[in-house]
């Protein structure tokens, strides 16, 4: 028994496998996880190195250098980035998506922990960072106070931040945006010099009585005692009491020459909401959990949270992401709803019991594919609904091809459970092979390599699950459903809206086709004409990668002068403050000074801590794609105009990161001929129409004061140069001796400094000391002396290989590809030195990796499509006829993108690759018709003819469904999905005319031989 004949003839196990499907599906999207977007590990493991006071070449000799010989050595390397600032190197390696993240990972530390020995000893941080998309902060909350003391508010930031991370489905809870609590031990310098002790004794004194060493224990009889040893502060007493020296009958404690007081450590970074000081609790969740419920058990804590609070503090909640998502399911789910009544509606020609049993297939195909979805680890984000949303017109199609066809049965005399048998056996190949090129041409889409494929992944999965779940539906619920409720006698010429169908294609189509077969070779001239003139319309239309997000969030990056003051970013800061919260549609400020607010969204990581950086967070009251453009444009006229900082605008974009849109990468060994090439390539950019905030690192060369020792002065004297450093940075940064643990088991540094403010100026080297082996201190300012020197504000590697990038944003209006080609245009004059390039990176770099992999998926489709038809046809003509309709639909995919204005984007070429599936699956029925009828004995022109009139209806159905189906899409003015779904309706506009007439056509010129029909004739789809 055939599965088609299992189906109708055990109605009792169908309908509880009915209703089975239905609440599997249910269950799987009620627990299926929801995030914004796609989130997968990235194969990118930043090395983050700070040492503090070195120059950019220093780091790049002691610290950058041996790391990336390291790391180079490892396999499955794609490329390595590096970038070296005073005091930090942070080295990016990117490895073949393909890897396995975690074990690159484990490489990668191995690496780095092996040559920790190597390094220089004083390096303040060396860690190896991991890159998920899943790391970004869900929430970002703000306690709020003037008046507050700092350790007021990280007392209670720390208890909510506590709270939340034991909550279940949170990864991480975090503080940010104050300067930490410390107890600052104020050396009087002067007055050790007199006793002869030497720094480093302080140094050894408070880092021994700091230590805590476990003692072990002790048994006593039959019991075992634990020894608790007397190490590690717990007050400042006991730090005040700390032993420096000593001598028979008299010690000397460290309060005897300094003043030890809670305090806080130099402020570096400090943060501000809508203008008043605040620190950040930021959250991130879990992967595969459900961003509903995770955001509701984080507020129903930050409720109670907040009733607790002080009158002193306020707390603030303004971005939440599952707003975000909420947002996009929302608007999509109302896209779905119009979408199944466009597809209801051009069902109507189908009468009311078939367009009902085909309706049926959507949410059992839905459901299918939505349970398929989560066995397969997906969530549901924005792409997954967009696919479903294209499933939507197009999983329809087999139950409406099987449905006409039991109908036709029917007016021909069988019995219900006779004609969903046969009918449906009759066409099960041909409509398994239809299906089979649908999932073919989307199907490569989901092995795309590289970053952009593991983004995009779920859009192809949705669809190709769904769609093979609704070949299932088509070949067993549908026929027991037909069995059921079909009609055994009906008007053999359907219903009214049938009826009026097929008078307006014997009325205009049927001519029209009647001509074309007269004159085959100009109609398949003006075809080509049409496909060549659209090809034309390429360059006009465009590249692009990807879009804007199009959510209602963007960045303000501040970057002062190198060498400014954090006083300078906080003016600037302070000015774009100003500036955004006095527009309407903004609705909350997040100010960062001195470094990059926390992690919000997926291909954009937090900026490093820095004294001339600054970045604010802003948030609108929604996303108009009119009005937030305009006044992202405004914002940056008004920010242009001031003179002390750069103040840039960006907006989110979907995709990999990529350094900017426009991005030109000089290679070379020496930094003062890079400078000069940089130099030369920005004004080139500066000079282009369309670009905007062009950066060349390079441009000026960063002021340092070098300590500069007499080492045979201090050999005289017997000074270590290593206790001058060390003395200099007592007076400048202070010195972390130990640690101290509060009652609350919270740890603070104990920091050696000297008295006064926090910030010191150059005449801090007239006191301080430096001790000799013999115990004499001897001042700094005899073995030392300072001198001002230039250095490199940044170098830049890129594969082992100095690199500066000169990079530009483009402005509003301008089209991406068509700014960099006019770079390029006038870079590729430029005269360089021997051993040097330049390369065009940041956009196009990224497109080319992209749709290289593009390229193949089309191949892939192509062929793999190309073969199923040489199966089901069995003939060269055959598969060449079916597939002539592929060029008919880029014609339609074309024009749209140019009337709409979109360009050639990652999302519209996969478009392309959905649409080779889509047409091909209606030409196939016009085709196996035309030789069915042939083989009957109908003469090649009447088969033609009498195909080309009796299919027109079901492949009109099954295209407006499609279109129906995306038309939601298209309207919404999504620059991620709309260009997708434009290119589908437009190709599907122009196969659905154009084929009709190309392909009979085609047919006539090329026919099959009668013997190459009659083997193909099992194959054919019969007719209603």
């Not at 539906?473 to 053999?492: H, R, W």
Request: hydrophobic fraction near 45%.
């Amino acid at each position: 028994m055939s599965i088609v004949g299992f189906s109708v003839r055990n109605r009792q196990f169908m309908l509880v496998a009915f209703v089975a499907l239905l609440a599997t599906g249910a269950f799987s999207m009620l627990t299926i996880p929801r995030a914004e977007d796609p989130t997968f590990p990235i194969p990118v493991f930043p090395v983050v190195a700070v040492y503090p006071g070195a120059s950019p070449t220093d780091i790049e000799q002691l610290v950058v250098d041996p790391i990336e010989d390291r790391i180079r050595a490892l396999e499955d390397l794609k490329d390595v980035k590096t970038s070296i600032e005073d005091g930090l190197a942070v080295i990016v390696p990117e490895f073949d998506v393909s890897v396995d993240a975690d074990r690159k990972y484990d490489e990668i530390l191995r690496e780095v922990n092996a040559l920790r020995g190597d390094l220089p000893s004083d390096l303040a941080v060396l860690e190896v960072q991991r890159i998920n998309a899943a790391d970004v902060n869900i929430a970002q909350f703000a306690l709020v106070s003037v008046t507050a003391p700092y350790h007021e508010l990280d007392k209670a930031a720390r208890a909510l931040r506590d709270d939340l991370a034991r909550l279940p489905g949170v990864k991480k809870a975090e503080t940010w945006g104050y300067p930490r609590r410390e107890v600052r031990v104020a050396l009087d310098v002067g007055r050790l010099a007199e006793l002869g002790i030497p720094l480093t004794r302080v140094l050894q004194a408070v880092g021994g009585e700091s230590l805590n060493i476990p003692g072990g224990s002790v048994d006593a009889g039959n019991r075992r005692f634990n020894v608790k040893t007397s190490g590690g502060y717990r007050s400042l007493e006991q730090i005040r009491a700390t032993v420096i020296a000593g001598a028979p009958g008299s010690t000397l404690r460290l309060g005897d020459v300094a003043e030890v007081e809670w305090d806080y450590e130099t402020v570096k970074y400090t943060a501000r909401s809508n203008g008043k000081r605040a620190v950040w609790i930021t959250v991130a969740m879990q992967e595969n959990q459900n961003i509903m419920a995770v955001r509701d058990r984080v507020w129903a804590a930050a409720d109670a949270f907040e009733a607790s609070l002080p009158a002193s503090m306020t707390f603030e909640r303004p971005f939440d992401q599952s707003k975000n998502v909420q947002a996009r399911l929302s608007r999509l789910t109302a896209d779905f709803m119009i979408a199944i009544a466009l597809v209801v509606l051009t069902l109507l020609p189908l009468g009311f019991r078939a367009s009902a049993i085909v309706m049926v297939s959507i949410p059992l195909s839905l459901a299918i594919g939505v349970t398929l979805l989560k066995v397969f680890g997906f969530s549901i984000n924005q792409l997954s609904i967009v696919g479903f949303v294209i499933a939507l017109g197009l999983l329809v199609d087999d139950s409406i091809v099987v449905v006409e066809n039991i109908a036709r049965w029917l007016r021909e005399g069988s019995s219900r459970v006779s004609a969903a048998i046969k009918g449906t056996n009759q066409i099960l190949v041909a409509v398994i092979g239809t299906t089979a090129t649908l999932v073919f041409a989307f199907l490569p889409v989901m092995m795309l390599p590289g970053t952009a494929g593991k983004f995009i992944r779920s859009l192809p999965a949705a669809v190709v699950l769904t769609i093979a779940a609704s070949l299932l539906v088509s070949i067993t619920i549908i026929p027991f459903l037909a069995a059921m409720f079909l009609k055994e006698e009906g008007d053999e010429h359907g219903n009214v809206f049938m009826r009026a169908l097929n008078r307006g294609i014997d009325a205009t189509y049927g001519r029209v086709l009647h001509r074309a077969l007269a004159r085959p070779v100009q109609t398949l001239a003006v075809a080509a004409v049409l496909f060549a003139g659209t090809l034309a319309l390429i360059p006009s239309i465009g590249f692009s990668l990807f879009p804007k997000a199009g959510t209602p969030q963007f960045l303000v990056t501040v970057n002062a002068p190198e060498g400014s003051s954090l006083t300078v970013v906080d003016s600037a800061v302070a000015f774009a403050e100003r500036a955004l919260v006095k527009r309407e549609s903004v609705r909350q400020v997040y100010a960062n000074i001195g470094r990059g607010n926390p992690n919000i969204y997926y291909n954009i990581q937090s900026l490093a801590e820095r004294s001339t950086r600054g970045e604010l967070f802003v948030l609108t009251r929604e996303y108009d794609p009119a009005s937030t453009p305009a006044l992202l444009d405004s914002l940056r006229v008004e920010f242009d105009a001031y003179p002390d900082a750069r103040i840039q605008v960006t907006e989110f974009e979907n995709g990999p990161p990529i350094d900017a849109p426009v991005a030109m990468r000089i290679t070379g060994d020496d930094l003062d001929s890079l400078r000069a090439i940089a130099a030369r390539v920005e004004r080139v950019l500066d000079a282009t129409e369309g670009t905007r905030d062009v950066l060349n690192p390079l441009r000026v060369s960063r002021t340092d004061l070098r300590l500069r020792a007499d080492r045979a002065k201090a050999g005289l004297y017997g000074v270590p140069t290593a206790e001058v450093d060390r003395a200099v940075r007592l007076g400048l940064e202070g010195l972390v001796a130990g640690r101290v643990r509060d009652r609350d088991g919270e740890e603070y540094d104990v920091t050696l400094r000297l008295p006064g403010p926090a910030r010191k100026g150059p005449e801090v080297l007239d006191r301080l000391y430096a001790g000799s082996v013999t115990g004499a201190q001897v001042p700094v300012r005899q073995l030392a002396s300072l001198e001002f020197e230039t250095s490199p504000p940044v170098i830049q590697h890129y594969d082992g290989e100095r690199a500066v990038t000169v990079t530009s944003q483009v402005r509003t209006g301008y089209n991406t590809d068509r700014v960099t080609r006019a770079v390029l245009s006038v870079v590729d004059t430029l005269s360089l030195p021997e051993g040097y390039a330049i390369t065009a990176a940041g956009e196009i770099e990224s497109r080319q990796e992209s749709f290289g992999g593009l390229g193949a998926a089309i191949l892939i489709a192509t062929f793999g499509i190309l073969a199923i038809l040489i199966l089901e046809f069995k003939t060269f003509r055959g598969m060449l006829i079916v597939s002539s309709v592929i060029p008919l639909g880029v014609i339609g995919g074309l024009v749209g993108l140019w009337v709409t204005g979109y360009t050639l984007s990652f999302s519209s070429v996969i478009g392309f690759v959905a649409l080779i599936g889509i047409e091909i699956k209606s030409s196939i029925l016009l085709v196996d018709f035309t030789n069915q009828l042939r083989a009957e004995g109908v003469g090649l022109d009447d088969a033609i003819e009498r195909a080309g009139k009796i299919r027109f209806v079901p492949i009109v159905l099954t295209s407006m469904t499609a279109i129906g189906g995306l038309i939601p899409l298209a309207i919404q003015g999504s620059s991620l999905y709309s260009p997708l779904a434009i290119v589908i309706i437009g190709g599907l506009v122009s196969s659905t005319l154009l084929s009709r007439l190309v392909t009979p056509v085609l047919y006539k010129l090329l026919p099959p031989t009668q013997e190459e029909v009659t083997q193909t004739g099992e194959f054919a789809v019969v007719a209603g």
